[in-house]
């Protein structure tokens, strides 16, 4: 569960060394890295932003134009030689490993995740596309074995879902997969639904006696299948245990498939992250949002934050952006040009709006207002348009960054969380000297 | 394949020639290369003229608007949204033609009533403040996919054919006569033919192209015109602005929605329009002079239709000054006796023009019964129901609780009872159901999302219908959602700039479908 800190009673003044603004992928990836490094923190932002999080984190996929890589490490190196802009060229790949190590211990006892050391490994997505990625959700690691051995396996969705179709995604592979086998199924005790919810689904499943009433009807139809897959939709707090005991009570290793939001797997990684932060050990505003940073002479910074609860500033030394993109409210694009709301950053962009898109959706090149964002040097600070820090104490980090189409190159997560790192690094190392 | 009539074109024009001929007896195959109102008649204002936008310049077409406006509501009212109209001139605007413009009605013959400014704003609350006259008019407001549809319909049951993704590509000709067609499927390249005894072009935009291969000749000039969608209704009525035809200067309500237009470009090939930020840019600015909340309004698509003008004159001027009355061309300069072109006009007008084509058609084939379409009401059939923005939501809410299906396309609430309706409804008439034939013929992706979800809601619904099967589902949301991104490409900023991010988020960030092969994803990568 997430326990939003109340606002303190005596004052709506939260001190602290680091005010971290935007709560996605980035910004709690730069709250666990600047906690693990005795870094006071404070985070502000709306967690609503991780409900379209597949789960799933790339590293680096895709560069140039649809030139898929399986050694995401190779693909970061062609990255750094033809894009100079790219956060990836700001960023060692000692970094990077380090960044994910970090992540990735940290979920270990909460939210496990898997990878192939080195390589990208391949799952299957809810429209039965195969898709390449880097770190996965253990509870979908099933998932990418049973598509490399091509394995017998059953695909199941519920009576009553409306994003994921068991029978499209074996109908859709079945030239590559033909083991595949789909079968709706009623989920326990919903005859009278007219709609079943992911959410709703994943919060009774937490539950072991519906997990029992559930492996009793797929039993019978298990016989001749090595693996069964689902939607992501396994359990919200207890997904590990949920896919345990279902392995147990069904006698096959079982997987998760990723779905389009309003998705679990980004649900259950906001809270696995920000629960595993701990309350004692930073200031959370979420349901929230940043209104204002401004500094004072004593060169501080004076965060503004609405909330439910009234207006909050957080008092810091350092600010790290981290507000995403549109989506996020990071960036936002008028008929005349794309600004950065808090402090009017300067926006590398287009021209005009005319070279922000491409005439096909799909056109493999993507789109040019997608490499649009803010330029930094390489401790991350925010340039001005002349190429100078815009301030001391002011970092920019993740999807926001300039440089980077994460959604044709494939590493949202990778330069979230590498970026995040290195962020929360320079942060550490000039609080040092000073 | 026989047929009395071959009909090329399948707008407004094409299906109410089809019915008119129906009517008299007179069995027609209409050919479509693409969809029903795939052209111009799918790409404009769906505006029910009171004809006094054409008073200064174009008195006989005002009143041809006038007279036809009074037909379509006595004989197709299912099809109209009788929301009436004002004129309104603001501040800068030329006061020469605001106070001409009472007396050009009158010579039209057109009723206009002058209201005062305070009162048209209590009408119409988002007028800007600077209105300084305004005119009530009886403009309208008509669904044109519906009408097609159902004209298209009431042919068939009177025994005519369509043939949909089917084009033209040659004629073979026996002295004055053309003795047969030769048809190609467009999908597949499947080449048959047909021997109609009489041939009508009613393709608007590409009559010259169509003629040029009989052997015929037709000058049409290619105006491109580009609308705006907002996301919900702005107004009540048709608002126009009060000075001579120029851009930007008409907001129509389309049910949910308002549709704001038009510019007037000249093009030299009527395949390749598309909105552009220019025109975009342009229609917002003139827009909001008489409605400002148009700058910040959201807009959730823009697309472009083409406007046959036939050059009459040395077409120098603005394509506006260009007659939008209609031609009809017998084709006897071309030694042809079984060839007749009718272009130009304009949506209001077609049923006059579908009327003077089967006139002369029904003429040369000595059938002499009469047009009946001036009194002749069009039935109202499943086929164009669906277009009707709120008709999906309002049949699921009047079915009792328990029996109500889930909703699909949550932006235009379409349940899947609808979607399978509309997928029986284009199988009996030899069509493939799939996203974007099924968008055609309902609101589906036509809501602020445009396509995002509702698309791998539906897909995933058919596969699990039946409806589907094989990778095809891929290549199917491939191309619908580059139908719904070409409408917006050039309304991307603000809110729906947010909404195609999260687009290319889930299909190509999450499904990487950019990168799927066309034809089979069965790529192992």
Redesign the interface.
Known sequence: MIINTPAPMETSTIKADLAVIGAGMTGMAAALFAVNRKISTALVGQHSAMNFASGIMDLMGVHPAGQQWDDPWKAIDQVRYDLPDHPFAKVENTLIKESLEEVSNFLEGKLPYRRSMGTNVTLVTSVGTPKKTYMVPKTMWNGVKALEKKAPTLILDFTGMKLFSARQIASSLEKIWPGLRSKTIDFPKSELLEELHPEHVARVLDLSANRVALARRIKPLVKDVEYIGFPALLGMYKSVETVAELETLLGRPIFEIPTPPVSVPGIRLQEAMINGLGINKIFYSLSTMATKVTRTDGKEFITTIKGNNGNQTIVSKAVLLATGRFLGKGLVAGRRGICEPLMNLFVTQPESRDGWHRTSLFDPKGHPVNRAGIQTDSAFRPLTSSGEPVLDGLYVAGSILAGSDWMRMKCGSGVAIATALAAVKAIETAGTEK | METEVLIIGGGATGTGIARDLALRGIRSIVVEKGDINAGASGGNHGLLHSGARYVSNDAGSARECMEEADILRQTAPHCIDDCGGLFAAVQGDDENYVADFPNFCEKAGLDTTAIPPEAAREMEPLLADETIAAFRVRDGAIDPFMLSLENMAHARALGATLLCHTQVVGFERQNHCITKVWLEKTGTGERFSVEPRQIINATGAWAGKVAALAGATTHVLYSMGTLLVTQSRMTQGVINRLRPPSDADILVPGGTVSILGTTSVRVDDPDRI?P???ET?LI?EQGSKMIPSLEQTRYIRAYSGVRPLVSQSSGVGDDRTVSRGFVLLDHASDNLDNFATITGGKLTTFRLMAEKTANLVAARLGNKTPCTTKTAPLPSTLDGKWTEPGIAPSVWFAKPAGK???I?CECEMIPESTIDAIATALRNSNETPNLLTIGRRSRLGKGPCQGA?CS??V???M??QGA????G??DD??AF??ER??GQ?AI???DQ??Q?????????????????QPG??????
């Open positions: 598309r552009t930020v220019a840019n917002v109500k299906d889930k699909l979800f791998t809601r897909l995933a619904h596969y699990n589907l099967s094989g990778p589902g891929v949301i491939k959602l580059d991104w070409k490409q991307f900023w603000g700039l947010v195609a991010e999260l687009t290319e988020a889930m299909h190509c960030g999450l499904f990487d479908l950019e990168l799927a089979d994803h069965g790529h192992d990568h």
